[in-house]
């Protein structure tokens, strides 16, 4: 809890740098350029000066990319919706009430970010570049692509604190590594679904949905307390009734680092069966800002973002929910690569929703749907001891690999790479 403190207030930092400097150090933009050629496009912005800047994205139509930018100053003409090409179907500028500019990209066909970089002035170029290169992909290729949000507010510490201008540098191409103390244990919460006076779905045979999501729950917990590095907190390990807000505050409590609820689906069509996982939806993520303001509970990471303002509290909350977004979606895909082959899968099996259970603004969660109980051979396999221990398994091995990619260490400037 003590490095989520500590790393949440270099957070508080730069959302309060952003909101004071406002436009005081504005950089201009100069234009927008695309490079299509074939199932790759180039993005590239050239900028009077060196752009400070943050790369986020939701899943809205075939996908949006966001491109933030602290102080960038845009023509009017800028503001207006502009045509794109290649994967991008349109794209415009918006100011923001922090005083810095927001860059949409809508896309035509949904792309994959494969490099983000700037290229500083040279050999008679007086500009900046801002490159971002595009591959096709779905869109849970999309959605993992994306910087995490925490390292791009290093970035914007390090340069929108700085004491002069002269001084401000765009980021380097390394990535400078925030290793986690060794001995540190994530903190992983595991969700058996329903209980108590609730017992979910029911079997052709009268299994109850309630019992072998907590089945499931405590084989999980076993092969992750005998790994060893984890500390492992249950929801519940009885048959007891949990509201899902319960859930959920008992998750933020404990400093979860991950958050995985066990379900089981039911369809009236008795021949549809595999499993499936959920991330929050755009939807939900509205819904989950909303909640916080309507219940006053304006927190994240142990703070509450609302002591600073509307204005820096509100980015804040914003930075958080991308950040938890991004997380989700990516350990959603470390999951369904290692279920693959375990346990049946439904077609499209990355799945969104508003699920009140997923609604935590600084906990990378997913709601996995293990099988249809309302299948008789998805209820039996709910019933096996064999098949619980096999896919429980392949999650424990998801959450290792989570966070040895992507929970091992936390990057202090955007990913970049080499231009053509």
Known sequence: MKLRR???????????????TGGAWAEELLGVRFGPNGDATRVVFDIAGAPIYSISGVE???????????GLSVSTADLADHPGKGHIARYGFAARSDGGVRATFDFKKTARISKAFVLEPKDGVKKHRLVIDLQTADKQGFIASLPAQ??????VIEQATAPAPDILQTPTPTQKEVALAPQEKRVVVIDAG?????????????????NVTLAAALELAAILKKRGAYDVVMTRTKDAKLKPDQRETLA????????????ADAIAAQAVRGGSVYTLST???????????????YNVYDLDVAEYGEEVGGIMF??????????????????????AGKTPLLGRSHRTGDLRVLLAPDVPAVLFEMAFISNAKDEANLNSPVWRK???????????????????????????????
Do not use: C
């Open 283 to 297: 939807d939900g993520t509205a819904r989950s800002a909303k909640l916080a303001k309507a219940e006053g509970n």
């Open 60 to 70: 809205t139509g075939e996908g949006r990319l966001i491109v933030d930018f602290a």
């Open 318 to 339: 914003d930075l958080a929910q991308g950040a938890t977004h991004t997380g989700s979606s990516r350990f959603a895909e470390k999951l369904l690569e290692n279920l």
């Open 150 to 155: 925490y390292p791009d507010l290093t970035a």
């Open 252 to 263: 933020r409590n404990a400093g979860a680092n991950l958050f995985v609820s066990l379900h």
């Open 390 to 420: 096999r896919t429980m398994k392949a999650v424990a091995d998801s959450i290792d690999q989570y966070f040895e990619e992507y929970g091992g260490q936390r990057f202090a400037a955007n990913s970049a790479g080499g231009a053509d």
């Open 6 to 20: 500590k790393f949440w207030i270099s957070v508080v930092i730069a959302a309060s740098s952003l909101a004071a």
């Open 194 to 210: 329903h209980g108590g006076t609730d017992p979910g779905a029911q079997g052709q045979s009268g299994t109850y949905e309630k």
